[in-house]
C-alpha cells in the first residue's frame, strides 16, 4: 500500500504552510516527519489522516484519488483504515484500558472484534491491566493503551503524533520498536517527531524547511 501527496498547497487566511509540497508513505516503512513548532507537522498529519480536505493538490490512497470520494466516504475510511497515536494518549480516565481500547467500535457503532483484542493487550503486555483505570498507569503502560486503541481496528496506516514525547528514554525505544513491528506487518506508520535520534532509525523522513518538504533516504 502506498499513499501519496501530490502538489499540496495550504494557508490559513494570508498564511502560507505549505506549496506544492510532495509526500509518499509505504507499507512496511516507518516515515518521519521532522520540523520546528509552528511548520505545519500538525497540519500535514490532518491532511493524511482526512481530517482537513481544505487544500489544493491530490491525495492518493494507491492508484484511488482521495478527493474524489464523498465525505461519509471518507470518513467511513478514516475510522476503518487509519489509527492515531497521540502524545499526550488521549485516553477517557473514567474508562478502564479495555473500553478504551474497544472506543473506536462503540464510535463505529459495530461489534466489537474480541479476538484481535486478545491478540493485541497480549502482544502489548496489557493483559494483567485490562480492568485499570489511566489515572492509575505509568506513561509508558497509557502509551501502549493508545497504540493498543490505534491497533484495533486493524488499520492500514498508523499516524504516531509525537508519540514519545512524554516517556523516558527506555520506553521511548520500548515504543519505537512497537512502531517497528506494526510496519514489519505490512502497514505504513508515520512519526512525527523532534527526536533527531528516533528520525535516524526512520526508514524515509520529511523535514519542513521554509514551508517545503525535503525528502530524506535515512537507510
Excluded: W
Excluded at 488499520?155 to 504516531?160: D, G, K, L, W
Amino acid at each position: 500500500m502506498k499513499i501519496s501527496l501530490k502538489g499540496i498547497s495550504k494557508a490559513f487566511l494570508s498564511n502560507e504552510i505549505f506549496n506544492g509540497a510532495e509526500f509518499e508513505a509505504s507499507s512496511g516503512k516507518i516515515t518521519g516527519i521532522l520540523g520546528e513548532s509552528g511548520t505545519g507537522k500538525s497540519t500535514l498529519i490532518n491532511i493524511i489522516g482526512l481530517m482537513d480536505d481544505e487544500y489544493d493538490g491530490k491525495y492518493y490512497i494507491d492508484e484511488e484519488c482521495i478527493n474524489d470520494l464523498s465525505e461519509s466516504k471518507k470518513s467511513r475510511l478514516r475510522g476503518r483504515k487509519i489509527g492515531f497515536i497521540f502524545q499526550n494518549y488521549n485516553l477517557i480516565t473514567y474508562y478502564s484500558v479495555k473500553e478504551n481500547i474497544l472506543l473506536p467500535f462503540r464510535y463505529l457503532n459495530v461489534k466489537p472484534d474480541i479476538t484481535n483484542y486478545r491478540s493485541i493487550i497480549e502482544e502489548l503486555g496489557l493483559v494483567n491491566l485490562e480492568n485499570a483505570y489511566s489515572n492509575n498507569l505509568s506513561g509508558g503502560e497509557k502509551q501502549r493503551v493508545g497504540i493498543a486503541r490505534a491497533l484495533i481496528m486493524n488499520p492500514s496506516v498508523i499516524i504516531a503524533d509525537e508519540p514519545t514525547g512524554n516517556l523516558d528514554v527506555r520506553n521511548k525505544e520500548k515504543v519505537f520498536d512497537i512502531l517497528k513491528g506494526i510496519a514489519a506487518k505490512d502497514k505504513i506508520v508515520i512519526l512525527v517527531t523532534h527526536d533527531m535520534e528516533l528520525a535516524k532509525k526512520c526508514d524515509v523522513t520529511y523535514e519542513i524547511r521554509n514551508k517545503v518538504l525535503v525528502k530524506n533516504e535515512t537507510t
